[in-house]
């Protein structure tokens, strides 16, 4: 029993990972209808970034966390939101208007031109970290296995947390939100009401990358170990949890996503690590065989 | 009953609490023009959904009666087998065509059948043998005639998509014949028709009443055109028939006349429903 | 962008302007990446500074853009339109394309003679994308499935020629069949969960199976040998002839009684693929007039209708990705017996997206235009061979910039599959 609330404790903080990265999915299907397929290497970016940034406040002598922390999230965000943009701006703006499979094509393309960005600037190799935080408490000692929470999860999930809150806060009552909503619902129709639409999808995808960024932010401190690949099992492994939680659903990016990360602690702990993304991905085609439209999405209702 | 191609019987379909069609019973018989008419919302569609696999009935039965005399009940069929075992066939108010495909080839595709057939599920088609050869070339003698028929011959490789609205209306009409069906059920086939147009949907359909042996099945909005060909009138309101019968009865039933144009007022109003 | 360009009408101011605006960009992008860099060393990781790098990467783009707009329409408009007007892009129609496919053939028989045995070899390596991209275009291209996970195919089929050829020794007219059957069955395993799905859920699962089936290729040492993959593939032979030193009879050089020369197998290897390729390719148009392909295209069009008409959507969904399942076997065959090795590196998602690229470029209805997406993605990467590092980084970019310019691939006119008139000359 013991042995299982650890697990879902760490599952958990994978989950919130996970989660992060697909609202940025589903918050972009829903506003222009395309998986961008680059989103998971956006979220490496993220990664690299925040790395950086950690060392980067050792050289600048920061050493006081809760600072280095902000410091290193808001680096991390601005930065990757500008890579978020500017892949919105040439890679998919240019074909708005043709047929589906071009901006898919083309979000390949911007995935693999990131990729190899990345792995020639800083090299090919696998990046370790000093830990940043050492410390854990202990939950309760009873039993044959002591369950901890690391402080790092603690911070992973309250973070997690309240940039659900700011987050859906924005979404509901701020004027972009409401911008975006309508785009959502019909982007020709909100043009002609005076939203401007350039601006809005280019918003959802500075949003979806910033919390990418968080994400990258959270695997440096977690892993302490990143490379410029992690990108594509964990962009796969997101859109599962969006596509699990409902495309479209905010919330549901983030149930979705802990689930997954439930699903895949469980897997490794219970069955084995190498098929852990085996199990993630038949979860997946099970979901979108019984309720395609996820857990809290709204079932598409085709008119004959 | 004798006689009718199609009976349906305490149709009944219900969307959680809605109730679209409630407990409507008619016949279609062959050789007939059988309109289903009503206000917006009356279920009209729904019952057309039903009828060919696109909603499965919350009860009721669909029985349709085949040529050699053998009854088949549609309410639990497939969609595509309703089209394909049942020979029930239809058009679309929205209109459904293969727009990246040329006039000829959506004649082809609704020949599918018997062509796949021919071919040896491809294999004799791949060999070049004289069997498919011989089908393609009587499918294309078939989908030519129609084309003839409703004057599309000249653009038959053209882009479906490119033809004009009344133009892929009547192509829309015609992939349905060239696909042989018992029973053929038009959704709308007159929206967005001008008069002209109207007249050779009309003179259209009477060729088909008399040169097949088949039953037609439409919905319509128009009542220019539902009076002026159908033989056989069923009104629908709020999901329930209010009046069944031949057109003149149909056009003098108050409950019709109310159901259209509400309750009289108080001065005498000469109505006629709906026409023009 | 290109695609969107405006007249030149735009002041100088403007054009200063947006320069402006794309250097800061651009600095902002290279800032975190370009400017600093991780540096492994004995006592961990530390950063290393490269400010040149973020002012080169700023004022380039500066100036890059800046004459871009200054010049608009003019030059790169210009560039654009001569290349368009090149006859085989401007109204490719039929009887262009007949005469193509004919050169192209005709070019293809004689292609070794003209240049060394690297040609023929990277050659090769084209024609066995272009077998893939036939098969993947029947899956995306005519019944409109989108499919990412197809490497897993061409994975199954190399896999399973290579155990069938060391387990049970057959030859490899027997293997290929036999691996084509297998991929196929493998087709129809993933078609039934995804009949239900449309677009973009399609391509996630099929993602995901292309993932599952490398994961387990990995893992399951006992079949598959692991990451280390299998070794020892029989290579294949001329009616028994090997292809190897010796003078005796056994091997093709001894029995022609020429010098031994590695060419002989390269350029064998290279007939053999244009067969299949050749095979492939007339396979394809062939079906495309039969009723089955013209179903696979109305199901793409309008499933909704199809049912209509009394076409099963299932079997036609089944049998697209069964007949592309079954070319990407013979691939994955051919590709096992030329390298004599496979390993689970060569199956992963890239290979997936390269052939979709292959597809989706080429203009998902012409196969001549997968024969020049096939010849532009794999066959000029190869040249890039010796800037390994930048090959990729290359490739994604060509692959944006491409689909930017053509969205709707390189040779877009879909040839019809039956006409009532015959064609007027154009």
Not at chain 1, 22 to 43: E, K, P, Q, S
Not at chain 1, 61 to 77: D, E, K, Q, R, S
Not at chain 2, 232 to 238: F, T, Y
Request: hydrophobic share 50%; charged share 15%.
């Amino acid at each position: 029993m013991d042995y299982f609330l650890q697990q879902l404790v760490n599952g958990i903080s994978l989950g919130a990972i996970y989660g992060l990265i697909a609202i940025g999915y589903t918050m972009v299907y829903g506003i222009i209808g395309m998986i961008n397929f680059a989103h998971g290497d956006i979220y490496m970016i993220g990664a690299f970034v925040s790395l950086i940034g950690f060392l980067l406040m050792n050289v600048l002598g920061i050493t006081y966390i809760p600072l280095a922390i902000l410091c290193v999230l808001v680096f991390a965000m601005a930065f990757t939101a500008v890579y978020g943009w500017t892949v919105e701006r040439l890679a998919y703006r240019p074909l708005r208007g043709a047929p589906r499979l071009a901006p898919l094509i083309s979000a390949i393309g911007a995935s693999i031109v990131l990729q190899n960005f990345v792995q020639i600037s800083q090299g090919a190799r696998v990046k370790p970290m000093q830990p940043i935080f050492q410390g854990t408490f202990s939950v309760s000692t009873g039993g044959n296995f002591d369950i901890t929470i690391s402080y790092l999860q603690v911070i992973v999930v309250v973070l997690t947390v309240l940039l659900m809150l700011a987050f859906t806060f924005l979404i509901t009552c701020t004027s972009f939100g409401r911008a975006q909503r309508a785009t959502e619902q019909d982007r020709m129709m909100a043009s002609l009401l005076g939203v401007n639409v350039d601006r809005t999808i280019s918003g959802t995808f500075v949003m979806g990358a910033s919390l990418a960024a968080v994400a990258g932010f959270m695997v440096t401190l977690y892993y302490g170990v990143i490379d410029f690949y992690i990108g594509f099992l964990a962009g796969i492994k997101a859109f599962t949890a969006a596509v699990l939680g409902g495309i479209g659903s905010i919330p549901g990016a983030m149930l979705g996503g802990l689930l997954i990360g439930l699903i895949e602690a469980m897997w490794s702990a219970y069955f084995s690590t190498a098929y852990k993304d085996v199990a993630v991905f038949a979860v997946l085609v099970l979901v979108l065989i019984f309720r395609p439209s996820g857990l809290l999405g709204r079932p598409e209702v085709e008119k004959v | 009953m004798t006689g009718s191609l199609l009976c349906i019987e305490d149709l009944t379909m219900r969307f959680g609490g809605l109730t679209a069609v409630d407990d409507l019973s008619f016949n279609v018989a062959p050789n007939e023009i059988t309109a289903i008419i009503g206000p917006n919302g009356a279920g009209k569609t729904t019952v057309f959904n039903c009828l060919t696999g696109f909603y499965r009935p919350t009860s009721g039965k669909l029985k349709l009666t085949q040529p050699n005399g053998k009854k088949i009940s549609l309410e639990r069929m497939n969609g595509y087998a309703i089209a394909r075992h049942a020979r029930v066939v239809r058009t679309f108010q929205n209109i459904r065509l293969f727009a990246g495909m040329s006039v000829l080839e959506n004649l082809m595709i609704a020949q599918h059948v018997p062509l796949m057939r021919a071919s040896l599920y491809s294999i004799g088609g791949l060999l070049g043998l004289a069997r498919y050869q011989r089908a393609e070339r009587e499918a294309v003698e078939l989908a030519s005639y129609w084309l003839e028929k409703v004057n599309l011959i000249e653009s038959a490789d053209e882009a479906a998509g490119s033809l004009s609205y009344g133009a892929r209306r009547r192509l829309e009409i015609a992939r349905a014949m060239c696909a042989s069906p018992l029973l053929l059920c038009l959704d709308e086939p007159a929206a967005g028709l001008n008069p002209h147009e109207d007249m050779e949907l009309c003179e259209l359909l009477a060729d088909i009443r008399r040169e097949y042996n088949i039953a037609i099945l439409l919905i319509e909005h128009d009542m220019g055109i539902v009076m002026r060909i159908s033989d056989h009138i069923v009104v629908l309101d709020h999901g329930a028939c209010i009046a069944d019968g031949k057109p003149a009865e149909v056009r003098a039933n108050p409950a019709v006349i109310r159901a259209y144009l509400g309750e009289p007022a108080e001065d005498d109003v000469q109505v006629q429903a709906g026409g023009e | 962008m290109a695609g969107n360009y405006a007249p030149s009408t735009s002041s100088f101011a403007i054009a200063l302007r947006e320069a402006g605006i794309a250097g800061f960009v651009a600095v902002l992008l290279a800032v975190p990446l370009l400017g600093f860099r991780l540096v492994d060393s004995a006592q961990g990781l530390s950063l290393d500074y490269r400010v040149p790098w973020v002012i080169f990467a700023g004022v380039g783009v500066f100036c890059a853009r800046l004459i871009l707009n200054l010049t608009g329409s003019s030059i790169v408009g210009g560039v654009q339109r001569s290349v368009s007007q090149i006859a085989i892009f401007k109204r490719f129609n039929g009887d262009w394309e007949r005469i193509i496919g004919w050169v192209l053939i005709g070019l293809a028989f004689v292609l070794p003679f003209l240049g060394d045995r690297n040609l023929a070899d990277r050659a090769t390596l084209v024609l066995i994308y272009v077998m893939l991209g036939t098969g993947l275009s029947i899956v995306v291209g005519l019944a409109g499935l989108l499919d990412l996970g197809y490497v897993a195919f061409y994975a199954v089929g190399a896999y399973c020629y290579a155990i069938l050829a060391l387990t049970f020794g057959f030859s490899f007219w027997i293997c290929l069949p036999l691996a084509g059957l297998f991929a196929a069955s493998f087709g129809i395993l993933l078609g039934f969960p995804v009949l239900r799905l449309r677009g973009d859920y399609l391509a996630i699962v099929t993602l995901g199976f292309g993932e599952i089936v490398r994961i387990l290729l990995i893992n399951w040492q006992n079949l598959t040998g692991g990451p280390d993959g299998i070794i020892g593939i029989p290579r294949p032979t001329l009616f028994g002839l090997e292809f190897r030193i010796g003078d005796d009879a056994g091997s093709f050089a001894g029995f022609f009684g020429i010098p031994f020369s590695p060419a002989h197998r390269i350029f064998f290897l290279y007939y053999l693929a244009l067969t299949l390729v050749l095979i492939t390719v007339f396979f394809v148009q062939r079906i495309r007039r039969l009723p089955i392909g013209r179903a696979w295209e109305a199901l793409r069009e309008d499933e909704i209708a199809c049912r209509s008409l009394g076409l099963n959507p299932t079997t036609i969904k089944l049998s697209a990705f069964a007949l592309g399942a079954s070319f990407a076997g013979f691939a994955g065959s051919f590709f096992a017996t030329r390298q004599g090795f496979i390993s689970p590196e060569s199956f992963t998602f890239i290979e997936s997206a390269i052939i979709l690229a292959v597809v989706v470029l080429g203009g998902m209805g012409s196969l001549i235009g997968i024969v020049f997406a096939a010849i532009l993605l794999v066959g000029l990467p190869e040249w890039f061979r010796e800037l390994e590092q930048f090959r990729m980084l290359a490739f994604g970019t060509v692959m944006v910039l491409v689909v930017i310019w053509r969205p709707h691939g390189l040779l877009s006119k879909r040839a019809l599959s039956v006409r009532l008139n015959q064609q007027a000359s154009q």
